[in-house]
């Protein structure tokens, strides 16, 4: 009986001794916890200097730098810890009230709201290495003087000086925020080569991105950094529930070292939310028109990111108060242009959008098309659907919308080009990646998905509907980045008996001013998809 006792006793005692040990380590990690700094990092991508443009989204407007900046304060004073990232593209393909001042209202932007970190993107070149250095360490230009540059630090850890072989931003910035190091690595993407004209990217080379960011990882790793964000300038998107993700990040992620937490997309101008190999994957639209919100929480013992979410947060002006600091300084820049911008240049009786339909044909495209083909006098014009960049509402048009829907200043090329030679072009339109429907004037035809590539044309005509002879010459419109081989359209390259003319935009401008109403608004009967039902 006594011995009984005695195993029930030490039974009980191993019991309380387990149930205490186990007691221990619930509220020593709930110690843990409470411990955790919680971080907010609010990011933005693709800005393009649209300081005062609005688009409609659900029906509501957004975006402008006066509404944006609301949000960012606002979101800023719920956290004391809040950093500010862009990811590249806040610059180039601008609205006129920051081009025309070469940009630097922009930037006036970013550092008033007290940016701390970004990187470039491909825009960035748009004027060449000499202007972004320029834009982003101060110095002088002939139009608008001394500028004083960025007062907060930018990374690059792939764009090289080809001389030197070292990058021209640094590879990677360390933030500390409450005593934890942070470690910002940027990188913009390879295929910048393809999107700006070879002049704006002389003298600079851009290395495989993964190989870039793993060499930034490893020597913060050694300084002893262990919560590692990338600002990535390469396309990634998902759905809203963060499925199907794709683009070049999603691929990154599962290449890239296991220490990286965060992976900031851009370039594509999409939504992407989502986690990929345990590392947090977001890009919030484009033009200001949203931003993310990243949360974080550190473990300060280890300096680790423990925890890590994002919301995509749109900047509804409805329920917003505008800021008045910022709404201040665009109405300063925007009162010296006004008189170019608000001038009134022609009437459209319909909006004119970009909006390419399910065959890839849009009618703002159509107009711009029919524009460089009046302009130089061809058969044929082609138009790069990533250069139109916003829609024509309907009434009025201002030169400064035409600005904004067709900001690039590229002078047009007029070539030759066999039928056969046409043809390929439209093939190309299915190489290298996502698709790229050139926007077309002076011809017709009807493509199938269900074909390979470069198999895809099928019915090529002329406007008038008789078909278009391979082995005939015919005169064709482009511009420069296309008639150099931009974006992977290399058939451009082998045209003959070259010859330039005025920018795109004037060509635009004066198109619009010749003509009113429904003429500006083509039926959209170029460009077929067949069996376009049945995917």
């Known amino acids: 009986m006594l011995h009984r006792r005695k195993i ?114 491909n825009h960035g070149f748009d004027e060449g290495y000499e202007e972004l250095e320029r834009l982003l360490f101060g110095g ?27 990058s021209i931003l640094p590879p990677y910035v360390i933030k500390e925020v409450s005593g934890i190091p942070i470690g910002f690595i940027g990188i913009v993407t390879t295929e910048t080569t393809k999107f700006v004209l070879p002049d704006g990217i002389k003298g600079v080379v851009f290395t495989d991105e993964v190989a870039a960011i793993n060499q930034a990882a490893e020597e913060l790793i050694e300084k002893g950094v262990k919560a590692i964000v990338v600002l990535a300038h390469n396309s990634v998107s998902t759905k809203k529930d963060g499925s199907d993700p794709s683009g070049d990040v999603v691929e990154f992620a599962q290449r890239v070292d296991d220490e990286i937490d965060i992976i900031y997309g851009a370039h594509n101008h999409t939504y992407a939310n989502t986690i990929i190999d345990q590392k947090l994957i977001v890009q919030s639209y484009s033009n200001g028109t ?20 994002a919301e995509i947060v749109r900047t509804y002006h409805k329920g917003m108060e505008p800021d008045a600091e910022i709404k201040e300084m665009v109405d300063s820049y925007r009162e010296p242009v006004d008189s170019y911008v608000q001038k009134v240049i022609g009437y459209s009786s319909d909006k004119m959008t970009r909006k390419q339909n399910q065959s890839g044909e849009s009618g703002l495209g159509n107009v711009i098309a029919d524009s460089l083909r009046h302009e130089m006098e061809t058969d044929v014009a082609f138009v790069y659907p990533g250069g139109i960049r916003a829609d024509l509402d309907k009434g009025e048009i201002t030169w400064g919308e035409v600005y904004t ?53 099928k019915e090529l005509l002329d406007e008038d509907g008789h078909p278009i002879d391979d082995h005939q010459m015919y005169t064709v419109t482009m511009n420069e ?46 460009i077929k998809e067949v069996n376009i039902f049945i995917k």
């Open 8 to 121: 029930i006793l030490c039974i009980l005692i191993s019991f309380t001794l387990i149930s205490t040990s186990a007691c221990d380590r619930q509220l020593q990690h709930a110690n843990a916890e409470d411990n955790y700094i919680s971080i907010q990092l609010l990011g933005i991508n693709d800005f393009h200097g649209q300081l005062d443009v609005y688009r409609t989204v659900n029906g509501k407007q957004v975006g402008g730098a006066e509404y944006l900046a609301s949000y960012l304060k606002k979101y800023e004073q719920e956290n004391e810890n809040t950093l500010l990232l862009h990811v590249g593209d806040s610059i180039g393909a601008s609205a006129p009230v920051s081009s025309l001042h070469q940009d630097e209202p922009t930037i006036d932007f970013l550092n008033r709201l007290g940016f701390d970190v970004g990187t470039v993107g």
């Open 140 to 166: 002088s230009h002939e139009h608008t003087g001394y500028f004083e540059g960025v007062n907060f630090p930018h990374t690059a850890a792939n764009v090289m000086d080809q001389e030197t072989g070292k």
């Open 481 to 526: 980045f296309l008639a150099g081989g931009g974006d992977g359209f290399s058939v451009f390259r082998k045209g003959t008996n070259f010859m330039e003319g005025s920018t795109e935009l004037d060509a635009l401008t004066r198109y619009i001013q010749g003509h009113e109403g429904d003429i500006l608004v083509p039926k959209l009967n170029r």
């Open 290 to 309: 949203a931003f993310s919100d990243v949360d974080i929480k550190i473990d300060p013992e280890t300096g680790d990111i423990v925890e890590k979410k």
């Open 405 to 457: 829907a067709f900001p690039f200043d590229f002078r047009l090329v007029k070539m030759n080009l066999t039928g056969e030679q046409m043809k390929a072009v439209l093939e190309e339109q299915w190489m290298g990646g996502e698709p790229r429907i050139l926007q077309i004037s002076g011809m017709r035809y009807t493509w199938d998905a269900h074909m390979p590539i470069g198999e895809r044309i």
